[in-house]
């Protein structure tokens, strides 16, 4: 009901930024129809030899086989992440404090929190709103792998991180990540590290190698 509330004027008003719509909604369309096309980072559409993909957008994500409608599209993206905002905000509250917490009102106060308001009503800027919903996800896997050192958890964690910056926005994911990276600092006397937990971090690696190759090339 809060989700739909907080929808009601996007889906009457629509949308007034279109920045990330024209650059990164577009590369989002290409790579859904080329998806098993392993050679489109250059692309002739819109320019002889065009760097691609253009901008930042969710490149990958399960979602964008509902690009052939874009009001379905993004009422669903924004409809998963906000979702997905509650049950880790509470995930993580529940971790802390137990039961002594207030479900509802704390999903009252993620649904329309400001970096919510910002990212959908002010600027637009999926691939960020998408960034900032999966920080309570990594947040939460990342202080269970602290306490547990449990290599399935690390597992889950990577997984999550590998699918976070392949469709995020890389420039705020940075800070976010040198947040995470203190996180992991201050807590290096707690976590057991083996060499399963190094293989799987190596992959990670390669896992997200293309997006930083691209970034700076």
């Known amino acids: 009901f809060l989700i739909l509330i907080f929808l009601i004027p996007l889906i009457m008003f629509g949308i007034?930024?279109?920045e990330e719509y024209t650059f990164?909604?577009?590369?989002?369309?290409i790579i859904f129809k080329?998806?098993?096309?392993?050679?489109?980072?250059?692309?002739?559409?819109?320019?002889?030899?065009?760097?691609?993909?253009?901008?930042?957008?969710v490149f990958f994500h399960p979602l964008n086989i509902l690009l052939f409608n874009k009001k379905i599209y993004y009422i669903s993206f924004i409809s998963l992440n906000l979702i997905?905002?509650?049950i880790f905000f509470n995930r993580i509250l529940k971790f802390y404090?137990?039961?002594n917490y207030n479900k509802y009102l704390?999903?009252?106060?993620?649904?329309?929190?400001?970096?919510?308001y910002n990212y959908i009503y002010s600027d637009e800027w999926l691939s960020i709103f998408f960034s900032y919903s999966l920080i309570f996800v990594i947040f939460y896997y990342l202080i269970k792998f602290i306490e547990t050192s449990s290599v399935k958890t690390f597992i889950k964690l990577s997984l999550i991180i590998a699918f976070w910056?392949?469709?995020?926005?890389i420039g705020y994911q940075v800070?976010?990540?040198?947040?995470?990276?203190?996180?992991?600092?201050?807590?290096?006397?707690?976590?057991?590290?083996?060499?399963?937990?190094?293989?799987?971090?190596?992959?990670?690696?390669?896992?997200?190698?293309?997006?930083f190759y691209f970034l700076f090339m």
């Open 16 to 18: 007034d930024d279109l």
């Open 24 to 29: 990164g909604f577009y590369s989002s369309q």
């Open 34 to 57: 080329n998806f098993f096309n392993p050679f489109i980072h250059f692309i002739d559409e819109i320019g002889a030899g065009s760097r691609f993909p253009i901008g930042h957008g």
């Open 84 to 86: 997905t905002q509650i």
């Open 97 to 99: 404090f137990k039961e």
């Open 106 to 116: 704390s999903a009252l106060l993620i649904i329309f929190c400001i970096p919510n």
């Open 165 to 169: 910056i392949t469709n995020g926005h």
């Open 175 to 211: 800070c976010v990540i040198l947040v995470f990276l203190s996180l992991i600092l201050i807590s290096l006397k707690k976590i057991k590290f083996s060499r399963e937990i190094f293989i799987i971090f190596i992959l990670l690696i390669l896992l997200t190698f293309d997006k």
